[in-house]
C-alpha cells in the first residue's frame, strides 16, 4: 500500500471514531451521580445583612452539610465549605475545617443561632429566613460547590 492510500485509511478511521470516542467521554461526565442533598437550602441572616446559607450534603446519617457565609467581610465570605453537623437536644452544630483545625461555624436552636465568622470579636445572631431559603435552588448550590473544586 502506498503512502497517500495509507494516509486517507487513517485520516477515514479517525473520522469515523472521533465522534464515538467523544461520545463515550461525555457519557461518562454525564453518568458521574451527583451526592444527594436536601430538598431546600436554609438560610440564617442578621439584622445587619449577614447571612449562612446551609444544605445537607449527603445522606443524614452522615452528618454532613454545606454551609456558606455572605455579606461578612471576612476570608470566608462567599466560600461554600463543607461542616460536620452534631445534634444535641440543645443545639446542632455546624464545624468547618478553617487552617486545618476545626471550627465551629455556625450553632443553631431551632430556627435561630450564632454565627461565629472567622475574624469578629462576637458571634452575629441570625435567625431562619423562608424568603432567602425560598429564593435558593439546592441543586444550583451543589453546582457552585462542585465548581468551586474545595473539599
Same mark, same amino acid.
Given at each position: 500500500?502506498?503512502?497517500?492510500?495509507?494516509?486517507?485509511?487513517?485520516?477515514?478511521?479517525?473520522v469515523l471514531f472521533t465522534p464515538l470516542f467523544v461520545g463515550?467521554?461525555?457519557?461518562?461526565?454525564?453518568a458521574a451521580p451527583r451526592a444527594e442533598i436536601a430538598t431546600?437550602?436554609?438560610?440564617?441572616?442578621?439584622? +445587619?445583612?449577614?447571612?449562612?446559607?446551609?444544605?445537607?450534603?449527603?445522606?443524614?446519617?452522615?452528618? #454532613?452539610?454545606?454551609?456558606?457565609?455572605?455579606?461578612? +467581610?471576612?476570608?470566608?465570605?462567599?466560600?461554600?465549605?463543607?461542616?460536620?453537623?452534631?445534634?444535641?437536644?440543645?443545639?446542632?452544630?455546624?464545624?468547618?475545617?478553617?487552617?486545618?483545625?476545626?471550627?465551629?461555624?455556625?450553632?443553631?436552636?431551632?430556627?435561630?443561632?450564632?454565627?461565629?465568622?472567622?475574624?469578629?470579636?462576637?458571634?452575629?445572631?441570625?435567625?431562619? +429566613?423562608? +424568603?432567602?431559603?425560598? #429564593?435558593?435552588?439546592?441543586?444550583?448550590?451543589?453546582?457552585?460547590?462542585?465548581?468551586?473544586?474545595?473539599?
Open positions: 500500500m502506498n503512502l497517500r492510500a495509507r494516509l486517507r485509511q487513517i485520516t477515514a478511521t479517525a463515550a467521554v461525555a457519557s461518562v461526565h454525564a431546600q437550602v436554609k438560610t440564617y441572616a442578621s439584622t +445587619d445583612g449577614v447571612k449562612a446559607w446551609t444544605l445537607r450534603y449527603g445522606p443524614r446519617e452522615k452528618n #454532613q452539610a454545606l454551609i456558606q457565609v455572605t455579606d461578612s +467581610d471576612s476570608a470566608i465570605d462567599k466560600k461554600i465549605l463543607m461542616a460536620t453537623t452534631t445534634s444535641t437536644a440543645k443545639d446542632t452544630r455546624y464545624t468547618v475545617q478553617l487552617n486545618g483545625r476545626p471550627y465551629v461555624l455556625l450553632i443553631l436552636n431551632e430556627s435561630s443561632g450564632e454565627l461565629y465568622v472567622p475574624g469578629s470579636q462576637k458571634p452575629t445572631w441570625v435567625r431562619y +429566613d423562608a +424568603d432567602l431559603s425560598a #429564593q435558593s435552588n439546592p441543586e444550583h448550590y451543589l453546582t457552585d460547590y462542585e465548581q468551586q473544586g474545595v473539599r
